[in-house]
Each structure stands twice: as structure tokens, then as C-alpha cells.
């Protein structure tokens, strides 16, 4: 950008010297879309040969760069997933991988190979010790999440409302969240999600919904918690059956010689009038309960 004579000059002697493909590369990443688009007619004129795009996020612009290149032309888009790289990133091949597939139709990944895109982005996460961001375009958890009542009642009768794509298509899945902001139709729709009937009585979603705001009134938080939601509902209609009474459990995390750390769960329960006790280890404090339990 700030040397085109000479940019084009060490251009044309790798081609020459035999490069596979002159990757044009925003290095700063402060480059605009119109600036990018620009260079690369410029170099398509001086140049009949394969290029690629390297963009850089520094100006947030590094997918939307790598979209303008792929239009233009440009066969060879990298980026990585997620966008990690150095200061702020390069382009995130998680969104531009949807957006090339779904947005502009160039067929650059199979739609079976597509639906892993999720899965990938936070194994990548997962591998790079990062926490995942739920607002990520195409593979966040908050991505195609319905919180307020009358959004839910939009998707019941048509998704495309608020969702651009369908999720399943990126791998990722919709989600209708319980909270005292929620209406009727998240009732409902959690109802028939969970198959749990009732859906249709009125006077019973009523009754949901009071209760679950008297709940978090309280303190409670039903956003991410299913299993809550489910005994809630089943507590009301009254099809609830009590299988044992907590008599109390214990929770240790322990640093053996060799430096793993074992969590341990002791639980106390009366099943039938029977007491039980149990011992149980665990990958950290939840599961050692659980395996306990």
C-alpha cells in the first residue's frame, strides 16, 4: 500500500523464481475493505497469476478484507480458527468459512464437513486453554439463543425472524432460555422441547412463569439450568415423585505424590426409608457428587 512499484516488483520476482501462489498480506492489519479491493485489482492487472489473502484484525476488518479478496477472485484465503494469532488477530476462518459457503455460495468446504464447525472452534479453545466466546458469530452458545418472550414467539412461527441461517448447518444449536423476562412462548416451546405435555393449557404456563419469577426474585436462575426447569414444571403439574431425602454430602479435593489433584464425594441419602451412604471420585467437585449420587 505505501509502495506499490516496489510491492509489484517483489511480486513479479517470486513468481518468477517459481512461488505456487503471491499471498498479498495486510501485515498491520489497518487496511479498509476499499483500500484492499484496490490493490488487489491493481496487482490482477500487472499480475495473471494465483494470489491469496493474509489479513491481519487490527482495524477488525480481517474477515471482512478476506471476503472482499475471495469476490475479487482470490483462491488462496488464509486466516485461523477462532482468529487467534499475534496482537489482534488474523482473519477467523470461522466466520469466513460460513460466510464464502452460505453468504456468497462458493462451495469451499463439503456441508457435512460444515457442520463441524462448532465442534472445531472450541476444541481449538479448549487446546489453546481459552475460554470460548459465547457471542462469536456462526459457532457462539449465545449465537441462536432466545431470551425475551416476544423473540421466541417470532422463531415459533418463523426462525428466519431472528436467525439468519439454521443453525445445524455450522453445527451449532438453538436455544430458548428460562427467565423472568420470558413469556408464554419459552414456556412452550421448553415444553414441547422437553416433551413434557401441558404446553397448550394456558392457566399452566401461567403458573410456570409466576413461579419461576417468584424464584428468581429469590435468587434462583433457571438460564442454564435444564434439570431445575424440568422438576420445576414437574412439581407444578404435580407428576413430581421424591426418590430420596438428602441427608447430607461432603466434597474433598485432595494433591496426591504425584501432583494430580482427587476430588472425592461423600453422600448420605434415605431411599425407602433405608439410609445410604457412598463414596464415589470424581474429575473436580461436580462430578465426584454426581458419580456419588
Given at each position: 500500500?505505501?509502495?506499490?512499484?516496489?510491492?509489484?516488483k517483489?511480486?513479479?520476482?517470486?513468481?518468477?523464481?517459481?512461488?505456487?501462489?503471491?499471498?498479498?498480506?495486510?501485515?498491520?492489519?489497518?487496511?479498509?475493505?476499499?483500500?484492499?479491493?484496490?490493490?488487489?485489482?491493481?496487482?490482477?492487472?500487472?499480475?495473471?497469476?494465483?494470489?491469496?489473502?493474509?489479513a491481519?484484525n487490527?482495524?477488525?476488518?480481517?474477515?471482512?478484507?478476506?471476503i472482499?479478496?475471495?469476490r475479487?477472485?482470490?483462491?488462496?484465503?488464509?486466516g485461523t480458527?477462532?482468529?487467534?494469532g499475534?496482537?489482534?488477530?488474523?482473519a477467523?476462518?470461522?466466520?469466513?468459512?460460513?460466510n464464502?459457503?452460505l453468504?456468497?455460495?462458493?462451495?469451499?468446504i463439503?456441508g457435512?464437513?460444515l457442520?463441524?464447525?462448532?465442534?472445531?472452534?472450541?476444541?481449538?479453545?479448549?487446546?489453546?486453554?481459552?475460554?470460548?466466546?459465547d457471542?462469536?458469530p456462526?459457532?457462539?452458545?449465545?449465537?441462536?439463543?432466545?431470551?425475551g418472550?416476544?423473540?421466541?414467539?417470532?422463531i415459533?412461527?418463523?426462525?428466519?425472524?431472528y436467525?439468519?441461517?439454521?443453525?445445524?448447518?455450522?453445527?451449532?444449536?438453538?436455544?430458548v432460555?428460562i427467565?423472568?423476562?420470558?413469556g408464554?412462548s419459552?414456556?412452550?416451546?421448553k415444553?414441547?422441547?422437553?416433551?413434557?405435555?401441558?404446553?397448550?393449557?394456558?392457566?399452566?404456563?401461567?403458573k410456570?412463569?409466576?413461579?419461576?419469577?417468584?424464584?428468581?426474585?429469590?435468587?434462583y436462575?433457571?438460564e442454564?439450568?435444564?434439570?431445575?426447569?424440568?422438576?420445576?414444571?414437574?412439581k407444578?403439574?404435580?407428576?413430581?415423585?421424591?426418590l430420596?431425602d438428602?441427608?447430607?454430602?461432603?466434597?474433598?479435593?485432595?494433591k496426591?505424590?504425584?501432583?494430580?489433584?482427587?476430588?472425592?464425594?461423600?453422600?448420605?441419602?434415605?431411599?425407602?426409608?433405608?439410609?445410604?451412604?457412598?463414596?464415589?471420585?470424581g474429575?473436580?467437585?461436580?462430578?465426584?457428587?454426581?458419580?456419588?449420587?
Amino acid at each position: 500500500k505505501d509502495n506499490p512499484q516496489y510491492a509489484l516488483k517483489t511480486l513479479k520476482v517470486a513468481q518468477a523464481a517459481g512461488a505456487d501462489c503471491l499471498v498479498l498480506c495486510d501485515t498491520n492489519g489497518g487496511s479498509m475493505p476499499h483500500e484492499i479491493e484496490k490493490i488487489i485489482k491493481e496487482v490482477q492487472k500487472e499480475i495473471g497469476f494465483l494470489l491469496g489473502m493474509h489479513a491481519h484484525n487490527d482495524a477488525g476488518m480481517g474477515v471482512a478484507n478476506s471476503i472482499i479478496a475471495a469476490r475479487l477472485g482470490i483462491a488462496h484465503i488464509q486466516g485461523t480458527i477462532n482468529g487467534y494469532g499475534e496482537r489482534c488477530g488474523n482473519a477467523d476462518l470461522c466466520l469466513v468459512i460460513p460466510n464464502l459457503k452460505l453468504k456468497l455460495g462458493i462451495d469451499c468446504i463439503p456441508g457435512e464437513k460444515l457442520k463441524l464447525l462448532t465442534h472445531i472452534s472450541h476444541l481449538v479453545s479448549e487446546l489453546a486453554n481459552l475460554i470460548p466466546n459465547d457471542h462469536q458469530p456462526y459457532v457462539g452458545k449465545s449465537v441462536f439463543t432466545h431470551k425475551g418472550g416476544m423473540h421466541v414467539s417470532a422463531i415459533s412461527r418463523d426462525k428466519k425472524t431472528y436467525e439468519h441461517i439454521d443453525p445445524t448447518l455450522v453445527g451449532n444449536k438453538r436455544r430458548v432460555l428460562i427467565s423472568e423476562l420470558a413469556g408464554k412462548s419459552n414456556i412452550v416451546y421448553k415444553l414441547k422441547e422437553k416433551k413434557l405435555g401441558s404446553e397448550e393449557k394456558k392457566s399452566f404456563t401461567k403458573k410456570i412463569i409466576h413461579r419461576i419469577k417468584e424464584l428468581e426474585n429469590q435468587g434462583y436462575e433457571f438460564e442454564g439450568a435444564e434439570g431445575s426447569f424440568e422438576l420445576l414444571v414437574k412439581k407444578t403439574s404435580g407428576s413430581y415423585k421424591k426418590l430420596f431425602d438428602l441427608e447430607g454430602f461432603r466434597v474433598t479435593v485432595e494433591k496426591r505424590d504425584d501432583g494430580k489433584l482427587i476430588s472425592e464425594a461423600t453422600v448420605k441419602l434415605r431411599v425407602k426409608g433405608k439410609l445410604m451412604h457412598t463414596v464415589a471420585e470424581g474429575n473436580g467437585p461436580v462430578n465426584a457428587l454426581d458419580n456419588a449420587l
